[in-house]
């Protein structure tokens, strides 16, 4: 059994319908996996700074699967886009022995190197700013873009492979959206470049 921890900001004025899309998603992907995901989801309606790490120490004994849909900045996590629940200063060793897939922007900047440098195994995530085009019919590629990394871990590549395949897909969206909207195109491709990987290359699902 994987243990899994879902985060998402589904109360976010701005995003919120767009987190509780992925994480719609990411729960589809984890159900009609080969695997047992044990999940455990904290919603917007949670106080985050308390659940969300509490929850991560219950487990983090042993490795699991972090995965959140927030708003982030260079340090941290972020609940509401402002009240930080994880950063490089507070409950940093939570995420010990986690797989961490962070859709948040700039997390990866200094909170993924820290997290990876305080026993967390990898994390994969934003380095820069990421922006999601709600209209015009994008969303849906938004949303793929978003968590296409988790269905390529638990197809069971390495954690290297699953970053590679996340560039790929943003990339043929930058190629579906080009002739049509060129505007749409330019912030998958700036999303494409806004991504980081820390920690080990090698790790798949069966590492969990």
Do not use: W
């Not at 995901?37 to 972090?66: Q, R, W, Y």
């Amino acid at each position: 059994m994987i243990n899994t921890l879902l985060v998402y900001d589904n109360n976010d004025q701005s995003l919120g319908d767009f987190f509780e899309k992925c994480k719609v998603e990411t729960e589809k992907l984890l159900d009609s996996s080969n695997f047992d995901f044990n999940c455990n989801d904290i919603s917007g309606n949670a106080t985050f700074e308390i659940a969300v790490p509490m929850n991560a120490k219950s487990i983090n004994s042993n490795p699991f699967l972090f995965v959140s849909y927030t708003h982030g900045s260079e340090n941290e996590l972020l609940k509401n886009g402002n009240t930080p629940f994880l950063s490089t200063t507070y409950e940093v060793v939570a995420l010990q022995n986690s797989i961490a897939y962070c859709y948040a922007c700039k997390a990866g900047k200094n909170f993924g190197k820290e997290i990876c440098e305080n026993g967390a195994l990898c994390f994969i995530g934003y380095k820069e700013n990421i922006t999601v085009q709600k209209y015009f019919g994008a969303e849906d590629a938004f949303i793929e873009c978003a968590v296409c990394g988790i269905k390529t871990l638990i197809e069971g590549n390495t954690t290297g492979e699953v970053f590679s395949s996340m560039k790929e897909k943003y990339t043929e969206c930058i190629d579906v959206f080009y002739l049509k909207d060129m505007i749409t195109a330019s912030l998958f491709m700036e999303n494409r470049d806004a991504l980081i990987l820390h920690g080990d290359t090698e790790l798949t699902i069966n590492n969990l």
